[in-house]
C-alpha cells in the first residue's frame, strides 16, 4: 500500500518536529556540560552559569521573561491566524459591523496591565536586591585606569596592586597576571572610580556591572558561592585599548584567602606608591 502525500508529509513534518526539538536539548545540555564555569564559551548563547545570589535571580527573571515573552508571541500569532482564515473575504463576504465589545475591551486592557504589575514586582525586587548593599566582610576597591585596573584592600593592610592583561595566559584576551582574590561565601563590597576617564566593572558571573568614573566612588556588592576563577571586562569604551582590560576573579576558602592575604601584604609593600604590574607574567 502506497502512502497518500499528505500522509507522508505530516510523518516527515513530525520527525523534523522531533529532531529539532532533540537537537535543542542536545544544545542545550552540551553547553553547560562542557562550558566552563566564570568564562564565555564558543558558540554561546544564553547567560552565563549564576555564582552568586544576585546572577541567580537574573537568570530567574531572565528565563521567566522569555516564557511569558514565548506565550504572548505565540497568542498574537493565533489570533492573526484566526482573523485571515476565519475573516478573509472568501470566507467571510458579509462582514459584521459590530464596533464595541464591553468585555473586549475591559480585557484588552486589564490583561496587559496585570502583565506589566507582574513584571513589575519581580524587576523591582531584583533592582533592590542589586543596589541594596548588605553588610559587607570584605571591602575591595577597583580603580580603572587606561588600561588596566588596580586593586585595593583597606581592610586588609591597605595593599595595593594593579592587574594587567598576560599576553601567556589562558582564557586569551581574559587572563591577568595579577588576580583579585576573594572568599567565598562572604560578601564582597566594590567601590570603583576611574583614575583618567569613565571605565566600567563587569563580571556576568556574579551580575555585577558599574560605571567607574573619574571623580566619584560607586559602589556595589557580590557574594561568591563557588569556588574558582571567574572573568569580566571593562564594559565601557574607554580609549584604544579598552578591549584588552580584563577582570580577573579568584574566589578561594577563607584559608587560603588568610593564607593570600600574608602574602600580598609583603609582595605589594610599596611604601605609599603603587606596584605595578608586568604583563609577561606575575611579578616575582
Not at 542536545?26 to 554561546?44: H, R
Request: with cysteine; aromatic share 10%; glycine share 8%.
Amino acid at each position: 500500500m502506497s502512502m497518500s502525500m499528505g500522509r507522508l508529509g505530516r510523518h516527515l513534518l513530525g520527525l523534523a518536529a522531533v529532531a529539532a526539538v532533540a537537537a535543542g536539548m542536545m544544545l542545550a545540555t552540551g553547553g553547560t556540560a562542557f562550558a566552563e564555569l566564570g568564562q564565555p564559551e564558543p558558540w554561546e548563547w544564553h547567560l552565563q552559569g549564576s555564582a552568586s545570589p544576585v546572577m541567580d535571580n537574573i537568570v530567574w527573571f531572565h528565563n521567566f521573561l522569555s516564557v511569558l515573552i514565548t506565550v504572548i508571541t505565540l497568542f498574537v500569532l493565533a489570533l492573526l491566524v484566526v482573523v485571515v482564515v476565519k475573516f478573509n473575504a472568501r470566507a467571510n463576504p458579509v462582514p459584521s459591523r459590530t464596533t464595541h465589545n464591553t468585555l473586549i475591551e475591559v480585557a484588552w486592557t486589564l490583561v496587559p496591565v496585570l502583565i506589566l504589575v507582574g513584571i513589575a514586582v519581580p524587576s523591582f525586587r531584583l533592582l533592590f536586591l542589586e543596589l541594596d548593599v548588605p553588610k559587607a566582610d570584605l571591602t575591595i576597591k577597583a580603580t580603572g585606569k587606561q588600561w588596566y585596573w588596580s586593586y585595593a584592600y583597606p581592610d586588609n593592610g591597605k595593599f595595593e596592586f594593579d592587574s594587567l592583561m598576560a599576553q601567556d595566559k589562558q582564557p586569551r584576551l581574559l587572563g591577568v597576571d595579577n588576580e583579585m582574590v576573594v572568599p567565598v561565601n562572604k560578601v564582597i563590597r566594590v567601590q570603583t572610580t576611574g583614575a583618567d576617564v569613565i571605565h566600567a566593572f563587569a563580571l556576568p558571573a556574579f551580575g555585577v556591572k558599574i560605571d567607574a568614573i573619574p571623580g566619584r566612588l560607586n559602589e556595589t556588592w557580590f557574594k561568591a558561592t563557588k569556588t574558582g576563577m571567574f572573568y569580566g571586562q571593562c564594559s565601557e569604551l574607554c580609549g584604544k585599548d579598552h578591549a584588552f582590560m580584563p577582570i580577573a576573579i579568584r574566589v578561594v576558602s577563607d584559608q587560603e584567602f588568610a593564607s593570600w592575604v600574608e602574602t600580598a601584604k609583603k609582595k605589594y609593600a610599596s611604601g605609599g606608591t603603587n606596584t605595578y604590574a608586568s604583563t609577561a607574567g606575575p611579578t616575582q
